[in-house]
């Protein structure tokens, strides 16, 4: 038998080590109540429209559709994308500071080789997106911490850190941030903190790059704040979205938006990484943009998530231990506890998986490994019937560790 392992980077089996270490693990049994899931709802998808464009686009444009495209994307994709932006989010850019990626983990995962050199130091947020967290890890660099609140990254504390650093002759050379409707936690960043925000970047001199995954998926109406990409006038701002949460996660479609300079600087990564994202899910969505499928659906999406988080809301509110923490997000997918007791979410999590339910715990969001008694719930996925039943089991599991 070969020893693969004996062939490996050292960078190989240090990826595979955090990445085994810090993956959520999924427990794909269905006869459980699953609150741990990042998943849309599938009832949520335009199936018959996708395939209508589906077969029209290859019978019409096949030899196109299924052909090697240029890195940057499909021309026609990105002009429509490039007025979906301005649309949707306001954001108003050439096809010159866009470049498509394969799902907006590809975005990470570009800037971070991209930026992120061994020992530099990046902020992030406690806690953050663990995927791109992982990315990050990748490039071993220095973390920075900055807490959150219900209204989104502690700025303040932010500051503090920043001139802490400088006392020492030390800098960040770049923020992640997920501003609006966060994954783990659901909070949004408000607007006077954006603009504290990008006041920092410039005083402390570093770039942001803004997640905004989440920023077409919100619930209540003209909550959502704008996005750092538009209140920056320095160009400071890497803006990483998707289509995944809004059209399909499967079709596998995000982009980064930034300074045409930044888009060149990119583009060999992105080449490097799969040469292009496929052609043909480009072709399907410029159709389905141009048609405004994702316009036309989103009004349903809203009211089917407002509901389901509006449940998961009331049945945490009846039932959840009195000391807890908990967000109460404007959109996304999730719902942050903090239990603020002794019990420890990851020693908990097989109890609450014999009772039938179960949940993400939030040590993984922190680059420390912090946040014993977080948990991260989806809310998107399950019925009303299941969040109701669900989080009465969770809480009876809390309590019974709580008498032990
Ligand atoms: C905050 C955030 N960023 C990025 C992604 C990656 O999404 P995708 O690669 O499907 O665009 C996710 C997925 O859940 C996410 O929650």
Known sequence: MISYKRYMSKDGDYVASIVAKYSLKFLEDRSIISFAGGLPDPATFPVDDLKRIAVEVIEK???????????????????????FLYRARGIRVDADNVIVTTGSQQAIDIIARMYVDEGVYIAVEEPTYVAALNAFRARKPRFIGVPI?????????????????RSEANRINLLYTVPTAQNP??????????????????????????????????????????????????GRVIYVGS??????????????????????????????????????????????????????SMPRIRSVYRMKRDAMLRAIQEHIVETAWWTRPIGGMFIWIKLNTRVDTERLLPKA????????????????????DTMRLNFTYPSIDQIEEGIERLSRVIMEELCR
């Open 243 to 296: 289509l995944s949460k809004v059209l399909t996660p499967g079709m596998r479609l995000g982009h980064i938006v930034a300074p045409r300079e930044v888009i060149e600087s990119l583009e060999p990564f992105k080449q490097i990484a799969d040469l292009h994202t496929p052609s043909i899910t480009q072709h399907i969505a410029a159709v389905a943009l141009r048609e405004r499928i994702i316009e036309r």
């Open 149 to 165: 609140d219900d209204f989104g990254m502690r700025t303040d504390a932010l500051e503090d850190k920043l001139r802490r650093l």
């Open 185 to 234: 936690s659901g909070v949004t960043l408000s607007v006077d903190r954006r603009k504290h925000l990008i006041e920092l970047a410039n005083e402390f001199d570093f770039l942001i790059v803004e997640d905004d995954a989440y920023g077409l998926m919100i619930f209540d109406e003209g909550a959502s704040p704008p996005p750092l990409f538009c209140m920056d006038r320095s």
């Open 61 to 83: 444009h096949g030899c196109d559709a299924l052909q090697y495209m240029p890195s940057r994307g499909v021309s026609t994709y990105v002009r429509e994308l490039v007025d």
């Open 353 to 372: 998986y014999s009772r039938g339910v179960i949940y993400v715990p939030g040590r993984g969001f922190y680059h420390n490994e912090d946040g014993f």
